[in-house]
């Protein structure tokens, strides 16, 4: 977990967005999901202030995880660069990275439920390598953007 | 589409629960689901209340569909007869079947979103077989069965 | 309290609906009520199946209370006719019966958030007398009757 | 209606908060309100960027309406000036400001739909006069500020 829109959360003090709790627990019980999970904060950010040393942080930490699988939420808008250091990084695993266009918090609008099934389910059973998955669908690392003006995730050759 | 709690509704006049419009759509919208998605609604009944006939005309569809790769939301008491009833027609494509422990309609507490997410995450990535979707996993059709004291799905060798 | 509708949950073991706790507390919490509420349970059921004696309970309670302002969430199919048995025992204190045509539980569909605030904010400055709050208004107990085909609460002369 | 925080929306693209469209309609469709409303959109601001020509339009839409009894919504932190502005004119109706501390469109923890059941009772039936009403209260204009460290509005003498 290392924050993003996904796990945002409003403060009526002052009417801004923060970081207070991640929902991953809440959502995985939600989910009457079964499996042997193990939940680690790295850190609480919004991508777009992500910097090279949050990065290193994230890719020391998928390298000396003892799981092969790993999925990562993470905040959208800088997602395919961390993809492509883990994807550098070539640690024979397989990660996937998730996050959300409206906040978990916001109830009934935010698709961070779905993309947390999808990535769940694409973790278990793609080959190693690393993974983007938003709108229903796993992007590889190298070839995929976010699309600024819609919000959607394109392949591109 | 098949019905079971997954789309299942509240009447205001009666207090009982009944199918008003499948939330299919509306899903994959907020899902923010990029996949061309032919959504076809077979029925919509409890699985407590599927017939043999009902069955027929489910794997009648999945054997006349042109696709490879099926989805089919079932409610969960009979989830596992119709998947072996699929399983033993052979029909050489992905099959997954999912369902809700709570209506999508319930809102906040319902599993239906991660469950449609992770459902189509296996759809696209599993080999051609009969699968059930629930509780973040995947089951082969053949070895599992719903635990109807936890509502739970357990593996069985 | 008394049950009805407003706080029903789902059992999703067996797909009915039934009481498992009251919502009230977390919903003056969510409405960030700051006046000084005694929350009492006095039973838990379909107000079809109350019986007179049900009935009489109720009208001991509000009789026994040292409050004078007294809000009872009831279900909506006979909220009339404990309204009534209210108003025949002159009580000489404010009562206001709210109650909800879609449970709490439901989320973002349910009508019973908003009937409690407008049922919290009737009962502080109506005069004494016994009323039914629904549909955004107060209606006096003795001049109102649910529409059972509409579920709208209607006044007559 | 005038914005404020009850109003807000997520914009996905941006991550920021905005004003897309009022929720009061459908607010009132789902609180099943029967009473006869006329909905106006005076402005849609943040109330801290509220100007005196602002509070000068809602001064005088309220002046040459043609009811006696008014509800505003309105952002939480100057809905006193408004409220003391209002009280000035001496207009001899009911009006009655209310507002959220978390936006409507935020689902299950938003206090808005409560709020708004309680604002539409207390005008309907309090004394002409200008009042806030919030946490399940109302307040005289001339004595009530709110608390910027809770968020919670409080009397004074």
Redesign the interface.
């Known amino acids: 977990m290392t924050g993003g829109?996904f796990d945002k959360d409003?403060n009526?003090?002052n009417?801004e967005?923060y970081f207070k709790d991640t929902h991953l627990k809440e959502?995985?019980d939600?989910?009457?999901?079964?499996?042997d999970i193990d939940i680690k904060t790295l850190m609480m950010v919004?991508s777009l202030e992500m910097t090279d040393e949050d990065r290193e942080i994230i890719r020391h930490n998928c390298a000396r995880s003892s799981s092969e699988k790993i999925l990562i939420t993470h905040g959208t808008d800088r997602m395919v660069d961390t993809a492509i250091e883990l994807e550098n990084a070539n640690l024979d695993k397989t990660i996937v990275i998730t996050g959300a266009?409206?906040?978990y918090?916001?109830?009934?609008?935010?698709?961070g439920?779905?993309?947390?099934?999808?990535?769940?389910?694409?973790v278990?059973?793609?080959d190693p390598g690393v993974y983007i998955?938003?709108?229903?669908?796993?992007f590889p690392a190298e070839s995929v953007k976010k699309n600024?003006?819609t919000?959607?995730?394109e392949p591109f050759a």
Chains 1, 2, 3, 4 share one sequence.
């Not at 918090?105 to 698709?111: I, P, V, Y």
């Not at 998955?133 to 796993?138: L, T």
């Open positions: 829109t409003y009526f003090i009417g967005l959502m995985f939600r989910g009457r999901c079964t499996l919004d266009m409206i906040p918090a916001f109830g009934t609008s935010s698709d439920f779905f993309n947390l099934g999808s990535a769940l389910a694409f278990q059973v793609l998955v938003m709108n229903g669908r796993y600024r003006k919000g959607y995730f």
